[in-house]
């Protein structure tokens, strides 16, 4: 399996949306690998160790069982590696993690990794999940302050899409909320920047994406329904599809 690095606005919302929707026949871990500093153990009430900082320490030569053995499991059952939450120490880790974890997750066939690797510049900086993985989703939330702002906003995803299109993974640009512009309008206005690009949508779920980060007092089956967790079954089928037919994805790595 491959590394599927997730960047933009809400990132780590949308990578736990998506680890969570990732199909029952396939495992996955998600990493939570943002050089800012990490959220993921906070959010989900969990200690902060062991953290992806301890991972790079820990786990020198890269074995998958050694890296394996420090993931943890949420209440929800998702296993996850979160990020130390200061930035020095996040930033440090991401960097050792280029050489110590990244090699090995990138080969090896199972399990998925997505990565939450936060924001990205227009042009952005070298980060060792982004340069190793084999599909990236860029995510973009719209903004509903005016059309004019949200026309802004939009010419700075063409940007970062036209950036990370010069990597050699598939792109997926994932847009959270339908308005002002409708996803057919975006992915048109990318294809004309840009080339071609699949867009997903994701709704705005204040709801879901709340129960994602923690809240408790909502059953399984109820959050399976909302609107958030329905569309991002959608994108995981997306993004499994276009990793098998990826030269960086399951082919490449599948025995």
């Not at 993974?169 to 309008?185: D, Q, S």
């Not at 809240?215 to 967790?229: C, E, H, I, Q």
Request: with cysteine; hydrophobic share 50%.
């Amino acid at each position: 399996m491959s590394i599927i690095a997730v960047c933009g606005d809400v990132s780590t919302t949308t990578a736990v949306a998506l680890a969570s929707s990732w199909p029952a026949s396939h495992d996955v871990l998600l990493i939570e690998a943002d050089p800012s500093g990490g959220d993921l153990a906070a959010w989900l009430d969990m200690p902060a160790a062991p953290s992806l900082s301890n991972v790079v320490t820990r786990v020198l030569d890269g074995a998958w069982p050694d890296i394996e053995r420090l993931a943890r499991y949420a209440d929800s059952g998702l296993r996850i590696i979160p990020a130390p939450a200061s930035r020095a120490e996040a930033a440090q880790a991401v960097s050792e993690s280029a050489h110590s974890i990244v090699p090995t997750l990138a080969n090896s066939r199972s399990p998925a990794i997505v990565a939450d690797i936060g924001r990205v510049l227009a042009s952005p900086p070298v980060h060792p999940f982004l340069a190793a993985s084999a599909v990236n989703v860029l995510v973009h939330r719209q903004s509903t302050q005016s059309s004019g702002a949200a026309a802004v906003r939009l010419q700075r995803l063409a940007d970062q899409a036209e950036a990370l299109g010069v990597e050699p993974a598939a792109l997926i640009v994932v847009v959270v909320g339908a308005v002002p512009f409708g996803i057919g309008e975006i992915e048109r206005f990318l294809s004309a920047s840009v080339g071609t690009t699949e867009v997903v949508g994701l709704p705005v779920d204040e709801l879901a994406a709340s129960v994602l980060g923690g809240r408790s007092g909502v059953s399984g089956r109820r959050l399976s329904r909302l609107p958030l967790m329905r569309a991002s079954r959608a994108l995981a089928a997306a993004v499994e599809r276009v990793l098998v037919t990826s030269p960086g994805g399951l082919r490449r790595t599948a025995t």
